[in-house]
């Protein structure tokens, strides 16, 4: 059994990678999928129950803060699904207490900040 030196093996190597990990194999690869799998991955929402996307948008809109869209969102879920319409309740209250919860403490610093400054002057 003979020796390969380590020289022999990365220039091997290097060959493997330059000759099947080019930008066009990789193009290459990408539209094997899609021609192999058809739009079954570019949208996946596209096949959900119109309830799940309510609710996928209702968890956006809440974790963004904009909670007038949410409820407009929760309205929609409620005519399609009650257990829906439930996760849906309990991810506006979710938003709703910690917007709630920062109002809380923003007025309770600046309470003390402007209580602070009038003792100081």
Not at 38 to 58: D, I, M, N, Q, T
Request: glycine share 8%; hydrophobic share 40%.
């Amino acid at each position: 059994m003979g020796f390969i030196s380590s020289d022999r093996i990365a220039e091997v190597a290097r060959d493997k990678v330059l000759r099947e990990h080019s930008y066009d194999r990789r193009v290459e690869t990408i539209l094997e999928l899609v021609r192999q799998d058809g739009r079954k991955f570019l949208a996946p929402a596209r096949s959900w129950p119109e309830e799940r996307v309510h609710l996928a948008y209702l968890d956006y809109f809440a974790g963004n803060g904009a909670l007038d869209c949410a409820s407009d969102e929760l309205r929609a879920i409620v005519r399609l699904s009650l257990g829906d319409a439930t996760r849906g309740a309990a991810m506006l209250a979710r938003a709703w207490a910690r917007r709630s919860w920062a109002w809380m403490t923003s007025t309770i610093r600046s309470v003390g900040r402007s209580r602070n400054s009038g003792a100081s002057g």
